[in-house]
């Protein structure tokens, strides 16, 4: 991780494309971590994928949302596709360490899908196209006139038709490559259309969704931890108790004592809650085509309360943290706004008071969540 952290702040000022820090995770050989050992991966649980996730969080939030949504991408096509399919796009992967993007926005319903004579066309816009720069692969899906849900397909980035734009320039996750991708009459193979058993038919399929959750809430974990790491250093380093404390040293100071327990109360909480829904994920997924509505409802609830949690103590802690480091922390230079800069645009990304809203159904009528592609 330390390559990767010697940069970051000042990556993060630039933003673009991580080229050279995607390249060493294409040779790390991580990009196959989740994919099985007899198609030339690690065969890695999901609590372990995750808890990599976290890692890269702590020290590159960009990163680790690509990383993440490499293994989100993967577990699409396994969980929406044939057999058929995905075995030789886990062997590729595996051996050619593709990158997979994502051009899979269920909101944005500006592309559309034509039926051709044997093949399908994709048209349009789509946004928020998280990874899909300087990506092998694209997980794409498109809005069929007349017709309920999405299709979605896999598809080689490099197909005539397929442009990718540099318009991602948010305050925060400057290296995460979101912006937009647009298809101008890109030919779709019925071969590569994920519909057996396609997008959320089944409970297992129904799994995409909480497995995408539980990428987002250990992102928001590392990230806290980063920035609870960062703010301990600058602290005992370099932040002088204030003239009327009456101590010598800033680790006698009594409210920055304070602070601290309380920014690790929340970090124990928010990384227990999210180590739960990921041992209930491997436990899940484990179960094949057996998984049942209500085990997968189950998950979704302690999905979501985890990543309730991860974004409230996270956001906390990326605040308040300038309470225990002073004024000379806020200095450009040092970029530690970059934690609450990348936390707040993530957890945007589906707002919380609606995963709140469903956790009090759950607590009151033993209503489970109803499957979509955000819970």
Not at 196 to 204: H, K, V
Not at 282 to 301: M, N, P, T, V, Y
């Amino acid at each position: 991780m330390a390559f990767f952290a010697a940069t970051a702040a000042e990556r993060d000022h630039a933003g673009g494309t991580p080229k050279a820090e995607r390249d060493r995770l294409r040779e790390s050989g991580l990009l196959a971590m989740i994919i099985p050992s007899q198609y030339g991966g690690l065969g890695a649980t999901w609590r372990a994928t995750l808890e990599v996730v976290r890692a890269f969080a702590q020290v590159d939030s960009s990163l680790a949302h690509l990383f993440g949504f490499q293994h989100l991408m993967l577990a699409t096509v396994r969980l929406f596709g044939h057999r058929r399919q995905w075995e030789p796009w886990y062997e590729n992967t595996a051996r050619r360490q593709w990158f997979w993007g994502n051009a899979l926005n269920p909101l944005d319903r500006r592309t559309v899908c034509r039926r051709c004579e044997g093949w399908r066309e994709f048209s349009g816009r789509k946004s928020f196209c998280s990874g899909a720069i300087d990506s092998e692969m694209l997980v794409a899906s498109a809005h069929e006139p007349g017709q309920e849900g999405i299709v979605v397909a896999a598809l080689p980035t490099a197909r005539s038709g397929i442009s990718l734009s540099h318009d991602w320039d948010n305050m925060g996750q400057r290296q995460t490559d979101s912006g937009s991708v647009t298809f101008e009459r890109v030919r779709v193979d019925e071969a590569e259309i994920l519909s057996d058993p396609g997008p959320l038919s089944t409970p297992r399929a129904c799994l995409r969704p909480l497995i995408a959750q539980n990428i987002l809430t250990h992102i928001y974990v590392g990230i806290a931890e980063g920035a609870f790491d960062e703010a301990r250093r600058y602290a005992l380093n370099e932040t002088r108790p204030w003239h009327t404390s009456g101590v010598a040293r800033i680790e006698e100071d009594p409210y920055v004592l304070a602070h601290f327990g309380e920014f690790l109360i929340g970090l124990e909480s928010a990384r227990t809650l999210a180590q739960r829904a990921a041992d209930l994920l491997d436990e899940a997924w484990s179960e094949g085509d057996a998984l049942g509505e209500r085990q997968r409802g189950a998950l979704a609830i302690q999905s979501a309360v985890a990543k309730v949690a991860a974004s409230r103590v996270g956001l906390e802690i990326c605040s308040r943290m300038f309470e225990v480091t002073g004024a000379r922390s806020t200095h450009a230079a040092l970029r530690l706004d970059r934690h609450w800069r990348n936390l707040r645009t993530h957890t945007l990304h589906d707002p919380v008071d609606y995963k709140v809203k469903e956790l009090g159904e759950f607590a009151l009528m033993d209503k489970l969540p109803t499957p979509s592609f955000y819970s």
